[in-house]
């Protein structure tokens, strides 16, 4: 089985979740680091393990940035990292898997469930690297990791959506 190391200067997990009920705002986490056994051979015999530094989060507008690191949303002083742990690879045709994992945030561990797609291998023109990349995404309830901050609004409705989507995009080199 071949092992490969996700590659955290081209990797990175996004999201998007609904603002004011009207419009959805997208962020992102830069810095995602782990490893894969993979072979697309045998895809019910590999796992994934990814950790998500917090801190790293992105959207674009500082103050915001700010706000989904304080406690009223991620708490990156209380809990700096996210982490993805796969139980289970299974083949959906081809190029196509679904990965069952167990994701904790805010130190809180759920099971979910992400559809992914592989392409690769490719041969790196910089070097001797052989590279393979991951589309994945799942949609969760953010509530559910505790992540529970929100404000009404007039008239009803929810400032910011509890169901979050998430895409990981993930590029992983050859290990040895």
């Not at 041969?123 to 949609?139: L, M, R, W, Y």
Request: glycine share 10%; proline share 5%; net charge negative.
């Amino acid at each position: 089985m071949a092992q490969w190391t996700i590659d955290p200067d081209h990797s990175v997990a996004a999201f998007s979740v609904r603002h004011m009920m009207v419009c959805d705002v997208h962020g992102q986490f830069n810095k995602v680091s782990g490893s894969l056994s993979f072979d697309p051979a045998a895809p019910e015999i590999s796992s994934v393990e990814a950790t998500i530094e917090v801190a790293s989060l992105y959207t674009g507008i500082q103050k915001r940035d700010d706000h989904l690191r304080s406690p009223d949303f991620f708490d990156v002083a209380g809990y700096p990292l996210m982490t993805f742990a796969s139980s289970r690879v299974e083949g959906r045709g081809e190029n196509r898997f679904t990965v069952i994992g167990s994701l904790t945030m805010r130190g809180v561990t759920r099971p979910v469930v992400l559809e992914a797609e592989y392409r690769g291998p490719v041969k790196s023109p910089f070097g001797d690297e052989t590279t393979i990349g991951f589309t994945a995404t799942t949609t969760i309830d953010r509530t559910d990791f505790g992540v529970s901050w929100n404000e009404m609004m007039e008239g009803g409705g929810l400032v910011v959506g509890n169901r979050v989507t998430i895409t990981l995009d993930l590029e992983a080199d050859l290990v040895g």
